[in-house]
């Protein structure tokens, strides 16, 4: 069956980088969209980048443009989520997630889900 595992979310300082990680397994990767979403307690479930198959085209949330870089690397079946500039807003379960059909912002686009990684940013 396919699983998409989250890794590599943690406690970091106002300022400091993390990157997160998603390595998916029982689909054929290459083929999807990937995208990661985040969720903060009593907030709904936010987009914040989305990546082509081949990464030639990429989408970002406002509030992230400019400090987060989502990246991909086909042969190992990853999609990475590198976060520079983090502050305390950016506390949030992070998910990835992979949809068939397109590019998108709309989490109702995606057709499977990891389990999420915390993000905790200490100000």
């Known amino acids: 069956q396919v699983q998409l595992v989250e890794s590599g979310g943690g406690l970091v300082q106002t300022g400091g980088s993390l990157r997160v990680s998603c390595t998916a397994s029982?689909?054929?990767?290459?083929?999807?969209?990937m995208g990661w979403f985040r969720q903060a307690p009593g907030k709904e479930r936010a987009f914040v980048a989305a990546?082509?198959?081949?990464?030639?085209?990429?989408y970002y949330a406002d509030s992230v443009k400019g400090r987060f870089t989502i990246s991909r690397n086909n042969a190992e079946n990853t999609v990475y989520l590198q976060m520079n500039s983090l502050q305390p807003e950016d506390t949030a379960v992070y998910y990835c997630?992979?949809?068939?059909?397109?590019?998108?912002?709309?989490?109702?686009?995606?057709?499977?889900w990891g389990q999420g990684t915390q993000v905790t940013v200490s100000s």
């Open positions: 990546i082509s198959w081949r990464g030639g085209n990429i």
């Open positions: 997630a992979a949809a068939r059909d397109r590019i998108a912002r709309n989490p109702e686009e995606y057709d499977y």
């Open positions: 029982g689909l054929t990767f290459s083929r999807y969209f």
